[in-house]
């Protein structure tokens, strides 16, 4: 049973990195099957996925992979590495087919995209903020529920240069290159 | 202590500086978080996780960073604590900052902890207990983590059961005297200038009494 607490919010708390939650899954201090993303230090629990997250995850999949050049590799759910302190599971990554997922950077994220059901102000929050700081270039955060996007551009160390809102009926189309071939409606998929 | 309380202004000095052996932060408020048990902690530290000296303490299942420490309040925690232990006999002993596991997810580090001797154990964790009802008096001396310690903390114990705490602000020149300990808070919460006697209620402890203006190092104005 893993316990959560928002407690001592407000004050500083021990950060802890990438190497020492490795260790701590290694001495029995986390189980292998919590499931979780380290956030600047500090370890938040993930969300269970419920039906409506599953099928739009689903549906972006099948549309990227799709249209995936063969030199491009689609990532589910791939622990990223964002920094010592920051390994994240974004929902679909896209990065070069040539690098090792345990070498893969911010910049190295052609695309992010994040489907947020409960976790939404989170996403659209906290966690955009850190994947514009590593350099992600861009980013969606879908919303389960209602089938809006945020697409995320230009990423700097205060934020996103844009952020443009896409609603179900409009197309969804990366800025890379390379992902020119993929066009996303969320509408289309039932 | 490693005490460096370094809070990096961004990532980048944050991930540049070799000299940080932890970090703290509070970048995820407003999402639950982990909490942590106190065999979390004693596992943490036996595979060499984190450090024993590392200045946290386990409040509730998040370990919270403990500032740094000045003279003025080195001087007033040392002051009280011998003053203590002076007055009491060997039945009761005085903790000067000692870890004390109040539940299965909080560790304190008070400035001062009075107990009867025999009421202290040891934890299946491996740290020191002295059951909250038994516990005669427990003070903390605080000017930065003011805040912390009057609200939150200060509700921990209250709801743990402690009898009486002191919370002394060093900024203020004040104590703040907590009573009548209930799950949602202390009752009676009290404040005392520097030249008020404060006496503990706790027949225990009965006459014993102490004025902060009377510590060397608080009878004037810290900030000079």
């Known amino acids: 049973m893993i316990h959560l607490t928002q407690g001592a919010e407000g004050f500083p708390r021990r950060a802890f990195t990438i190497d020492e939650v490795e260790r701590m899954i290694a001495a029995g201090v986390i189980g292998k099957d919590e499931s979780f993303e380290l956030i600047e230090g500090e370890i938040v629990p993930m969300a269970a996925k419920n039906h409506i997250h599953e099928r739009v995850k689903s549906a972006l999949t099948l549309a990227i992979a799709r249209a995936l050049p063969d030199d491009l590799w689609l990532g589910v759910e791939s622990s990223i590495r964002l920094s010592r302190t920051s390994l994240v599971e974004p929902d679909l990554v896209v990065y070069r087919r040539d690098l090792r997922l345990e070498e893969v950077k911010g910049p190295d994220l052609l695309l992010a995209i994040e489907v947020a059901e409960t976790t939404l102000a989170f996403d659209r929050g906290r966690k955009a903020q850190l994947y514009a700081a590593y350099g992600v270039n861009e980013l969606w955060v879908v919303d389960a529920a209602e089938r809006t996007t945020w697409v995320h551009r230009g990423p700097t160390a205060l934020g996103w240069g844009s952020v443009v809102v896409v609603p179900p009926t409009g197309e969804l189309r990366p800025e890379a290159p390379g992902l020119y071939p993929v066009r996303v409606r969320l509408a289309d998929w039932d | ?224």
């Open chain 2, 1 to 224: 202590m490693l005490a460096r309380p370094i809070v990096p202004a961004t990532f980048d000095a944050m991930l540049s500086n070799p000299l940080v052996d932890f970090e703290v932060v509070h970048g995820t408020d407003g999402i639950a978080r982990r909490a942590f048990s106190a065999a979390d902690v004693s596992r943490m530290l036996e595979a060499g996780i984190m450090q024993e000296d590392e200045p946290f303490e386990l409040v509730e299942g998040e370990l919270v960073f403990m500032n740094a420490q000045g003279f003025v309040h080195d001087r007033i925690k040392t002051a009280l604590a011998r003053k203590l232990g002076r007055f009491l006999s060997e039945d009761f002993f005085v903790g000067a900052e000692i870890s004390v596991q109040l539940s299965t997810r909080s560790i304190v580090r008070p400035d001062v902890v009075v107990g009867p001797e025999q009421a202290a154990t040891r934890t299946a964790e491996g740290f020191l207990r002295i059951p909250a009802a038994q516990i005669l008096l427990l003070i903390e001396v605080a000017a930065t983590s003011l805040s912390f310690d009057r609200g939150r903390k200060a509700a921990l114990y209250a709801r743990e059961g402690i009898a009486e705490h002191w919370m002394i602000d060093t900024n203020r020149r004040v104590a703040f005297v907590h009573r009548g300990a209930a799950p949602e808070g202390f009752r009676q919460v009290e404040t005392m200038a520097h030249d008020d006697e404060l006496r503990p209620a706790a027949p225990e402890l009965a006459g014993f009494a102490i004025r902060l203006g009377d510590i060397a190092g608080f009878d004037r104005d810290p900030s000079r």
